[in-house]
């Protein structure tokens, strides 16, 4: 009988746990939020929800990490025909699918001063000589246009703004940055100061400037721009002679950029040797996530620069793998290193940033650094205050001024690398490759798969 009244005891108080209902205030917003525990669920009044912690149950907490509300279909649908050479202001839009008149279009502005769960259709739509520019967003998509021949950039959004998507568009002829993004937020330790969730996908972009490029500012009184789960994924870049650098990020955490093909890139010079004042990273981020899946080939610059830093207190993790570099003009495939700047700033605002470690493993590069002026290798290593694990890579004809290629590190570091092998290294392509147009890997497991 005691152990029965026991039992109904436990079982008592955890009814009660869940069975809790109350407020807590959103730190984004200042409201108040109500929420209900159902079952093993929080339900939060704004439509977020949460599993709590058996042994807790701290709703604040829960709240900053809860799923957001499934993005309904929107409510109401806008059709908008445009006129050549006219301004199209679109104030402040919620809950509504914004569809364009098909056509080709000349001298257009678009301006969104705000947008909650807002669809801009765009599907048969070639925007010349046009510009669209968008104020603060929380859910948005941008689909179905082409942009060509405009001198200036094609799309600028400023202020903080989270799960943003843009897919399925086209830049042609494109003189300035194509897409750019500036929040000006301060990163204050929550959420709600982070830009989240930006997808750019399915973009093609021909003989453009930069392709994106988002702010990343290391202040005394905090980090702004930082943004989180930023992706950039199965992209075509290619015939574009001075496009630098393709995306650049400047503080990012959890970064995906994979399945993008550029080829042809970056190959325009006042000076045929291209000195150094074209240091060039196709892709230049700071901060960490995963580079994979990538096929880079004709160009000038590391396929990616990485400047790895972990923001707050958790150490993350920078991975590259599965990617293909061949026949760079300068450089070879990828630089990693924490430069002294942000290792002054880490070491001044320790809770702040910190170092990343690195894997990179299973790559592929040839012909690197065609030009002879510097290292030619698979991996420009610099300090990083981290720790790396580099194995399993391919290269072939590649080089070194002053050694012989061994593990295709230029390492000018000291760092620590956990695990140095299974990386092949060939004089030719012949030796390493099936040809150099697939470049697939002639080593089971060794090289991009």
Wanted: aromatic content about 14%; glycine content about 8%.
């Amino acid at each position: 009988m005691r152990k029965f009244m026991l039992l109904a005891t436990i079982l008592f108080s955890c009814a009660n746990v869940w069975a809790q209902s109350g407020y807590i205030v959103d730190p984004a917003t200042k409201k108040r939020v109500t929420y209900e525990v159902r079952g093993n669920t929080i339900y939060y009044s704004n439509g977020r929800t949460a599993v709590p912690s058996l042994a807790s149950t701290d709703f604040k907490l829960a709240y900053l990490n809860a799923t957001l509300p499934p993005v309904t279909s929107p409510e109401v649908v806008k059709e908008v025909t445009l006129e050549n050479g006219k301004q199209i202001l679109l104030g402040k839009l919620s809950n509504v699918t914004v569809k364009i008149k098909p056509g080709t279009y000349t001298g257009i502005w678009l301006y969104l001063e705000q947008g909650s769960n807002v669809k801009i259709d765009a599907t048969g739509v070639t925007f010349k000589n046009s510009s669209m520019d968008f104020g603060p967003v929380q859910g948005f998509e941008l689909f179905g246009a082409s942009f060509i021949d405009q001198s200036y950039r094609s799309i600028q959004f400023n202020g903080l703004s989270s799960d943003v998507k843009l897919h399925d568009l086209s830049f042609r002829n494109i003189g300035d940055y194509v897409i750019t993004y500036k929040s000006n937020t301060r990163y204050d330790g929550t959420d709600a100061t982070i830009s989240k969730n930006w997808t750019l996908e399915r973009l093609s972009f021909v003989n453009t400037s930069q392709g994106f490029s988002s702010d990343g500012r290391y202040e005394d009184d905090g980090i702004y721009g930082l943004t989180r789960n930023f992706k950039f994924l199965n992209n075509s870049v290619k015939d574009c002679p001075q496009i630098g650098t393709v995306v650049w990020v400047g503080a990012a955490e959890d970064f995906e950029i994979s399945g993008n093909t550029i080829d042809h890139i970056n190959y325009v010079f006042s000076d045929p040797k291209a000195p150094n004042g074209y240091h060039w990273g196709v892709f230049a981020m700071y901060g960490n996530g995963s580079f994979h899946d990538n096929k880079v080939t004709n160009h000038s610059g590391n396929l990616l620069r990485a400047w790895t830093a972990s923001f707050g207190q958790a150490t993350k993790e920078l991975l590259i793998y599965n990617n293909i570099a061949f026949n760079s003009h300068k450089y070879g495939a990828f630089e990693i290193q924490l430069p002294p700047w942000m290792m002054e700033y880490a070491d001044k605002f320790p809770t702040r940033l910190k170092a990343a470690n690195a894997r990179v493993y299973n790559n592929t590069a040839g012909q690197m650094n065609t030009v002879r002026e510097w290292e030619g290798q698979l991996l420009d290593l610099y300090n990083t205050r981290g720790t790396l694990y580099y194995f399993n890579n391919l290269g072939f004809n590649l080089n070194s001024s002053q050694r012989p290629v061994t593990n295709m590190i230029n390492n000018m570091s000291d760092v620590v690398i956990y695990r140095n092998d299974g990386n092949v290294y060939k004089p030719t392509w012949e030796e390493a490759v099936s040809d150099t147009n697939n470049l697939k890997s002639k080593f089971q497991g060794i090289g991009a798969q």
